[in-house]
C-alpha cells in the first residue's frame, strides 16, 4: 500500500523561468528535464546571485521579481506543502544579473576562485610563516585548522596541494603560490621518493609519519582496498604536483624523476602481453603484479591504471616537452579506454573494473557491479582533449555517447548536480539507477561535468552541452563554495546543503581531499570558458630555471585545445615587453641568463 505524502518538506529546484505573474506573486520555472512547477515567493523571502570567494554579498532581493523573466536559470529553496501544488520560495540564487548572464562566465571568474583556494591552503598548512613542509599535515578540519592528532604525510595529498600551488601561480603570478609548489616538490624529492639504482626507476612511497624530528616511511599503501599493495594511482598522482611546477620551471631534476617513474610504469605496471593495458597494484616486494600476495588485487586493471595517466600528470608532460613518446602513451591509454571500457548492451555506465583478460570484475571490493558517476564524464572530457592532439572518430563518439547517456542517469534534474555511485544496472521493476551510499553529491564529479560539457561546448559548438556546463558550473558556484571559512565542501546533499557530519566529509584536507580538482577545475573552467566559448584572452605565468627547459624553448599552450584555435598575443619579461615567440607554435624563445625571470603571456582565442 502506498502511503501519500502529507507531510511539509523543503527542498531546492533548478530550471529556467516560464513566466511570473503579478498579482498571484508567483512565477513558473521549469527543470532541466522539462517538468513545470508553480512557485509562489514566500513574503518573507530574499534573494542573491551567485557569489564568489573575496566578494560582498551581492543581494538582489528588492529586484528579484523584475528579474524573473523568462528563460532565466534560478534555484530557489523552499518548502512543498501537502494542501497545496505551489512551491513555497523562501530563497532564490541567480546565476547572472542579467538574464542571459552566468557570473562564472566573466573572464575573470576562475582566477579569482583560484587565488583565494590557494591563500586558504596556504594558511592553513603554513600559518604566516615559511612553506615548511615538515608541518604539512594531510587532515584539515572545516575551518582549515590542522588535525593534533594525525601526523600521517601523505604523498598524493601533498602531490595534490603541490599541484594546485603551481596551477594558482600559472593563472595568478603570485610567486608565494610558486614558492609553495617548488618548497612541495622538493619535499616529495628529500622524502617520498625511492630510487632503484639497479632497475633505474623511481617510485613514490605511500607516505610519512612525522613526529618532531622523527620520521617512519611507509612504504606500501596502508588503505583497506590497496593494503600491503603499491597502487597504480599512487605513483601516478605522486607525479600531479611535480610535472605542474615543471611546466612552470622547467627543472631538470623533476624531468629526470618523471623518466624513472614513467620506466616504473612501462617496465612493472605494464602488461607487455597481447593483452596490454596496466595493471593496477604491484606487489611492494617483487614488484609483481600477478602476485599472490595482492589477493583481490592480483592481476587486476580498472580506471585509475588505465586511464588516470592523461589528467593527473601525462597531458602536462605531454604540453611542457611536446615529446612525441608522450603523446603516443596518450594515444595509447585512450585506445584502451575506447576499446575495453564501454559496456552498453549492459548499462549506461562505462565498466571500470577488469581481470588481466579484460573480463568484467564485478565482485570487487567496495565496486562491484556499480558506477562512479564522475568517471564516466571524466572519460568524456579527457577524450575530446586527446582529439585535438590526435583527431579519431572514435574518441569524439564514445565522448559523445556518453555526454548524451549521463544527464538522465547521473545527474539531478530537479535540483541540479550530479550524483556519486550509482549501481550500473536496474533491477526488476526499477526503472531509476540506485544510489550505493546516498545521494549526496562530491565535489570533485562536479568538476568532472562541467570540464566534460565544457569542452564539449568548445570543440563541437553545441548549444546542448552549453547549457549543461552551465548548469553544473551553477550548481557547484552556487552550493560548494565555504564562502565563511574558505575552501570548497567535500560534499553537499541533494539540496545543497553542505554535509559536515563528521570524518573526511567535514574537512576541507584528507586522504581524498586536497589541492587539486577545486584548482584544476579553475583552471581548464577558466580555459575552456574563455579561450573557446566566450573568446576572451588569458595570461598566464612561468618562472623557469635559467637551462632548464631543453634549447630555453618554453611551451606555453594552456591544454590540449583544437589546432589553430589560440596564439600568443603578447608576451612579457620581467613586466617588460618580449617579443621572442612563435605565435602559433605557442613557445616562447627564452633569454640567456643566469637569472630566473618571470614570463607572463598572454594567450588569445583566433
Request: charge should be negative.
Amino acid at each position: 500500500m502506498t502511503t501519500k505524502v502529507e507531510f511539509t518538506f523543503s527542498d531546492l529546484i533548478a530550471g529556467y523561468v516560464t513566466e511570473y505573474d503579478g498579482n498571484s506573486d508567483t512565477f513558473g520555472l521549469k527543470t532541466s528535464d522539462g517538468r513545470e512547477f508553480q512557485v509562489k515567493i514566500s513574503p518573507m523571502a530574499f534573494a542573491k546571485v551567485i557569489q564568489n570567494f573575496d566578494e560582498g554579498y551581492p543581494d538582489a532581493t528588492a529586484a528579484m521579481r523584475a528579474m524573473l523573466l523568462p528563460g532565466r536559470y534560478l534555484f530557489t529553496y523552499g518548502v512543498f506543502y501537502p494542501d497545496s501544488d505551489r512551491f513555497d520560495a523562501k530563497q532564490i540564487v541567480f546565476a547572472g544579473r542579467q538574464r542571459t548572464d552566468y557570473v562564472f562566465e566573466k573572464q575573470d571568474w576562475w582566477v579569482k576562485q583560484v587565488n583565494a583556494l590557494g591563500k586558504f591552503y596556504l594558511k592553513a598548512q603554513f600559518g604566516e610563516g615559511e612553506y615548511d613542509y615538515r608541518n604539512y599535515r594531510t587532515t584539515l578540519n572545516l575551518s582549515g585548522i590542522q588535525s593534533t592528532t594525525n601526523f600521517r604525510q601523505e604523498t598524493d595529498t601533498i602531490s595534490r596541494l603541490v599541484y594546485g600551488f603551481a596551477t594558482a601561480f600559472m593563472m595568478t603570478g603570485n610567486d608565494s603560490f610558486l614558492k609553495a609548489a617548488e618548497r612541495g616538490t622538493e619535499y616529495l624529492r628529500e622524502h617520498m621518493r625511492f630510487v632503484d639504482l639497479d632497475e633505474g626507476i623511481v617510485y613514490w612511497y605511500h607516505g610519512i609519519d612525522v613526529k618532531g624530528e622523527k620520521e617512519d616511511k611507509i612504504f606500501a599503501s596502508e588503505f583497506g582496498d590497496d593494503y600491503y599493495a603499491i597502487p597504480a594511482y599512487e605513483q601516478i598522482y605522486a607525479l600531479a604536483g611535480p610535472i605542474q611546477t615543471y611546466r612552470c620551471t622547467g627543472d631538470p631534476r623533476i624531468m629526470d624523476d618523471t623518466e624513472k617513474t614513467i620506466k616504473l610504469f612501462n617496465e612493472f605496471f605494464l602488461d607487455k602481453t597481447e593483452k596490454g593495458g596496466y595493471f593496477s597494484h604491484l606487489d611492494p616486494l617483487t614488484l609483481d603484479p600477478r602476485s599472490e600476495t595482492l589477493g583481490h588485487n592480483k592481476g587486476t586493471k580498472n580506471w585509475n591504471s588505465v586511464g588516470d595517466h592523461a589528467p593527473a600528470y601525462l597531458i602536462n608532460l605531454w604540453l611542457a616537452t611536446g615529446k612525441q613518446e608522450y603523446a603516443d602513451m596518450l594515444e595509447y591509454t585512450f585506445d584502451t579506454i575506447e576499446k575495453y571500457f564501454p559496456d552498453y548492451d549492459n548499462s549506461p555506465f562505462v565498466q571500470e573494473r577488469f581481470h588481466e583478460d579484460w573480463s568484467h570484475d564485478q565482485s570487487w571490493g567496495w565496486q562491484q557491479n556499480r558506477a562512479v558517476v564522475g568517471h564516466n564524464l571524466k572519460i568524456s572530457w579527457n577524450l575530446m582533449r586527446m582529439q585535438s592532439l590526435k583527431a579519431k572518430e572514435s574518441y569524439v563518439n564514445l565522448a559523445q555517447k556518453i555526454a548524451d547517456l549521463m544527464p538522465d542517469v547521473g545527474s539531478d534534474q530537479q535540483r541540479g548536480g550530479w550524483y556519486d555511485v550509482v549501481e550500473r544496472t536496474l533491477a526488476e521493476g526499477e526503472d531509476s539507477y540506485r544510489f550505493v551510499w546516498h545521494d549526496r553529491k562530491a565535489w570533485w564529479q562536479q568538476e568532472q561535468a562541467i570540464l566534460a560539457y565544457m569542452i564539449l561546448t568548445g570543440t563541437l559548438n553545441n548549444k546542448e552541452y552549453h547549457r549543461l556546463a552551465r548548469e553544473a558550473a551553477a550548481f557547484y558556484n552556487a552550493w560548494f563554495l565555504d564562502l565563511e571559512e574558505g575552501g570548497v565542501y567535500f560534499n553537499v546533499l541533494a539540496n545543497g546543503i553542505p554535509y559536515l557530519a563528521g570524518g573526511n566529509e567535514r574537512g576541507k584536507g584528507s586522504h581524498s581531499m586536497s589541492g587539486y580538482h577545486s584548482f584544476e577545475l579553475c583552471y581548464l573552467a577558466a580555459v575552456y570558458t574563455n579561450l573557446l566559448i566566450t573568446k576572451q584572452p588569458m595570461d598566464f605565468y612561468f618562472k623557469p630555471i635559467p637551462g632548464g627547459f631543453p634549447d630555453n624553448i618554453l611551451r606555453v599552450s594552456p591544454d590540449i585545445l583544437p589546432p589553430g584555435s589560440v596564439k600568443i598575443g603578447k608576451c612579457e619579461i620581467d613586466g617588460e615587453p618580449y617579443s621572442n615567440f612563435d605565435a602559433e607554435a605557442l613557445t616562447v624563445t627564452l633569454p640567456k641568463t643566469s637569472e630566473r625571470v618571470k614570463v607572463k603571456v598572454q594567450i588569445v582565442p583566433v
